[in-house]
């Protein structure tokens, strides 16, 4: 039996990111290599609409098609951030009693959970914590990625602080994201740094795929 895992999210920087963190989850929360053969896939559930609204327009297509479809999926992992409060309502009435269903929220959005993990962060940046000069956004221990406002412009004033990259990260930068889910965090992600520094949305949606992905391995059948 093949584990599949769907993800429902608002673009393609999330889209990017999220597989590769749930892989590290797997390994080191869930004791359970995944994706172990290329029938485990993480697939994207395409949005026709984009935003707040077009995740929450695919939820209830799916909601509804599970009544009287079969779907193989091992669990349905969907992400928003924190400025969807009347959507995060709904989509919390649409998945009651649907354990498929892994919610979570990123506060501010999936950046912070990135530059939560300041270890993987600053590698990929090739910057040290000398090289980040006074007034920097991501300087000095009173940094929490949780409580920064707007992650995006923190990871692009990073970006042009270092001399690895040719431009900054801007609103969202696909190849840089790709580029630090392979390299980075596929294998290295530093999950406690995360949870610590994003306790009320990383850390809480950890350890509800957790559980999800405990449930997958058991009806699978395969200890890993």
């Known amino acids: 039996m093949s584990i599949k895992i769907g993800i429902i999210c608002e673009g393609p920087i999330d889209f990017a990111l999220l597989p590769a963190l749930l892989e590290r989850i797997s390994r080191e929360k869930a004791a359970f290599t995944w994706p172990l053969d290329p029938d485990d896939v993480a697939q994207h559930f395409g ?6 609204g077009g995740v929450l327009k695919a939820i209830r297509a799916l909601v509804k098609a599970l009544e009287s479809e079969h779907f193989d999926h091992a669990c349905f992992v969907i992400l928003l951030d924190r400025r969807t409060a009347a959507v995060q309502r709904e989509v919390a009435k649409l998945i009651r009693g649907r354990p498929r269903f892994v919610l979570g929220v990123a506060i501010e959005e ?14 990929w940046s090739d910057l040290g914590e000398d090289d980040l000069p006074s ?25 042009r602080l270092s001399d690895r990259f040719d431009r900054g990260y801007g609103e969202g930068n696909l190849d840089m994201a790709e580029e630090f889910a392979r390299d980075f965090w596929r294998k290295f992600a530093r999950l406690e740094e995360i949870a610590s520094q994003c306790p009320r949305g990383f850390a809480r949606f950890q350890r509800k795929m957790v559980n999800a992905l405990r449930r997958a391995k058991t009806s699978s059948g395969r200890l890993i």
Request: net charge positive; proline share 4%.
């Open 47 to 52: 949005l026709r609409k984009r935003g707040h």
């Open 135 to 159: 007034g920097c956004r991501y300087d000095g221990e009173s940094y929490n990625a949780e409580r920064d406002p707007t992650p995006k412009r923190t990871l692009d004033q990073l970006t």
């Open 110 to 123: 999936i950046e912070a959970w990135w530059l939560a993990d300041r270890t993987n962060t600053l590698a």
